[in-house]
């Protein structure tokens, strides 16, 4: 008489995390990414000596200025606290709205920028944080690789975030799929209106040049490093009140600049929060605008900070990086 074995039931195997990285960009991307960030660049340095001959106007500035404050709270206020960290919820118009105004900043389409940012938190100042200054040593040379890693330098490599990992929502999304691949136009858009604006204002070819250089490819520029010094230099020196698992740094110099994005210690102890400057003095800009949209009633479920929460948060000393 034979006794039958139970058969115990297989486990499932865990299925394996998807890859960090898709596969690396190729050669035409490459000229591409770093034509966006050199021409800009170059710009700024020729707009310099250009403006001892016969200067910069009132009607620049103030193209270069509304152009830099719509396409900075497009990143702010809408690739970063709305499309990558999920701060509050938008209406379909605003939301597109939000998208089309990042892409004017020429940083990346948008679901490129948050997937970055997405494995940025995730891997924050480790191994696979896309721009961390922290990846290769605390030597003084180390650090200063680490600088120009985190500024700018991580944008001339080939590795490319994996999409389906960090931002498969984003990239479900019709509306924010065709955004996306519209990027080149938004670009062209964002260097191009203000030179016919400096034109028609002005009524002069002059004027439209101008308006070309100095609101177009020297604010685009200018508005690259303002950002990617939030990469850089706040998470490497500042203060750091609340508790984070990196060296992320509250730097108030940057904070109108950035329009609130260098309470930086804040934001990474905080990620979803709608507010970065949290505390009283701290100006945050992108903050007043989100809750501008949330009493016109184009955004709502705000993740507005609470003091429980930040009293959680809270070290009992603050630090300097």
């Not at 050669?27 to 710009?43: D, H, N, Q, W, Y």
């Not at 975030?161 to 479900?172: G, V, Y």
């Not at 929460?309 to 070290?315: C, G, I, K, P, S």
Request: charged fraction near 15%.
């Amino acid at each position: 008489m034979t006794t039958a074995t139970a058969v115990q039931p297989a486990t499932p195997e865990r299925p394996q995390p998807k890859p960090l990285l898709a596969e690396q960009a190729g050669r035409l991307e490459l000229v591409t990414i770093r034509a966006f960030l050199l021409i800009p660049f170059l710009a700024l340095v020729a707009a310099v000596p250009l403006m001892w001959g016969w200067g910069i106007g009132w009607v620049d500035l103030m193209l270069a200025a509304v152009f830099f404050t719509v396409s900075t709270l497009g990143i702010t206020v809408g690739y970063h606290r709305y499309f990558t960290h999920g701060s509050f919820k938008a209406n379909r118009p605003l939301r597109i709205a939000l998208a089309i105004m990042g892409a004017l900043a020429a940083q990346g389409s948008v679901i490129g920028w948050v997937a970055d940012h997405r494995r940025h938190h995730a891997f924050s100042d480790r191994e696979g944080d896309p721009h961390s200054p922290w990846l290769f040593g605390t030597s003084p040379l180390a650090l200063a690789r680490g600088f120009w890693h985190a500024h700018m330098g991580w944008l001339f490599g080939r590795d490319r975030t994996n999409i389906d990992r960090f931002a498969p929502d984003l990239a479900a999304d019709p509306d924010i799929r065709m955004v996306d691949r519209l990027f080149p136009l938004w670009v062209s858009l964002s260097v191009l209106l203000p030179a016919v604006l400096g034109g028609i204002l002005t009524l002069s070819w002059s004027g439209a040049l101008t308006g070309f250089l100095w609101a177009g490819l020297a604010r685009v520029a200018f508005q690259h490093h303002v950002t990617w010094s939030v990469n850089s230099i706040c998470h490497m020196i500042g203060d750091r009140p609340y508790q984070s698992r990196d060296r992320s740094a509250n730097f108030w110099p940057l904070a109108i600049l950035s329009m609130g994005e260098s309470w930086h210690n804040s934001h990474h102890a905080d990620p979803t929060s709608a507010r970065h400057g949290v505390r009283r003095g701290q100006i945050d800009i992108s903050a007043r605008l989100i809750w501008v949209f949330e009493k016109l009633g184009w955004a709502w479920n705000v993740r507005w900070p609470t003091p429980q929460r930040l009293a959680r948060l809270a070290v009992s000393t603050d630090t300097t990086g």
